[in-house]
C-alpha cells in the first residue's frame, strides 16, 4: 500500500478485506499475502542485518529503520517454502510500513484474530503472532527518537 495512506486506514481496509471470509478464501487471501512481500533491499539480503524473530517457529527476520517525514521502514523476510509466515510477514509490512510510531503503536496486539485467522490457524499459532505484532510495535518504538521522530536502527 501507499506510504500516503495512515496505518488506520489501511488497518479499516484490511479488516474490510478479510471480513466474512471462509476458510478456503481465507487460505486464498494468506497465500495473495505471501506474494507480496517485498525482496529486501540489497543491503540487507541474505539476513544480514535482520534480527530472528524468536516469537515464530519457521525462520522470520525483522528490521526497522527512519523513513521520510517521521515514519518508519519495516523490512521482512521468511522462506519462501514457508508461506503462512511470508503472509503473515506481508500483512504486517503493507499495514505497518512506511507509518508514524504513533499509528502503528495502534494496531491491536490480536490483529490476526480480529482478521479471523483463528479459522485457519492453530489457536497457538494465533497466540504467537500476536506476541509477534507486539514485537514489531516495540522494534518500532525503539526506532523512534524521543521526540517521536524516527531514529536509525540497522
Same mark, same amino acid.
Given at each position: 500500500?501507499?506510504?500516503?495512506?495512515?496505518?488506520?486506514?489501511?488497518?479499516?481496509?484490511?479488516?474490510?478485506?478479510?471480513?466474512?471470509? /471462509?476458510?478456503?478464501?481465507?487460505?486464498?487471501?494468506?497465500?495473495?499475502?505471501?506474494?507480496?512481500?517485498?525482496?529486501?533491499?540489497?543491503?540487507?539480503?541474505?539476513?544480514?542485518?535482520?534480527? &530472528?524473530?524468536? &516469537?515464530?517457529?519457521?525462520?522470520?527476520?525483522?528490521?526497522?529503520?527512519?523513513? &521520510?517525514?517521521?515514519?518508519?521502514?519495516?523490512?521482512?523476510?521468511?522462506?519462501?517454502?514457508?508461506?503462512?509466515?511470508?503472509?503473515?510477514?506481508?500483512?504486517?509490512?503493507?499495514?505497518?510500513?512506511?507509518?508514524?510510531? /504513533?499509528?502503528?503503536?495502534?494496531?491491536?496486539?490480536?490483529?490476526?484474530?480480529?482478521?479471523?485467522?483463528?479459522?485457519?490457524?492453530?489457536?497457538?499459532?494465533?497466540?504467537?503472532?500476536?506476541?509477534?505484532?507486539?514485537?514489531?510495535?516495540?522494534?518500532?518504538?525503539?526506532?523512534?527518537?524521543?521526540?517521536?521522530?524516527?531514529?536509525?536502527?540497522?
Amino acid at each position: 500500500m501507499s506510504d500516503s495512506i495512515s496505518v488506520p486506514a489501511r488497518w479499516a481496509a484490511l479488516q474490510r478485506g478479510f471480513a466474512g471470509l /471462509e476458510p478456503v478464501a481465507l487460505r486464498s487471501r494468506l497465500i495473495d499475502y505471501a506474494h507480496r512481500l517485498p525482496p529486501l533491499p540489497a543491503g540487507l539480503a541474505g539476513g544480514r542485518r535482520l534480527d &530472528e524473530v524468536q &516469537e515464530c517457529a519457521t525462520p522470520l527476520f525483522l528490521a526497522a529503520a527512519a523513513g &521520510e517525514g517521521g515514519t518508519v521502514r519495516l523490512y521482512l523476510d521468511a522462506p519462501h517454502d514457508a508461506p503462512t509466515t511470508r503472509a503473515v510477514a506481508g500483512i504486517i509490512h503493507e499495514l505497518m510500513d512506511g507509518g508514524t510510531p /504513533e499509528d502503528v503503536a495502534g494496531v491491536p496486539d490480536d490483529m490476526f484474530e480480529r482478521l479471523g485467522l483463528q479459522a485457519v490457524l492453530t489457536e497457538p499459532r494465533v497466540t504467537r503472532l500476536a506476541a509477534l505484532v507486539a514485537r514489531v510495535k516495540r522494534l518500532v518504538a525503539e526506532t523512534s527518537e524521543p521526540d517521536g521522530r524516527a531514529g536509525r536502527r540497522h
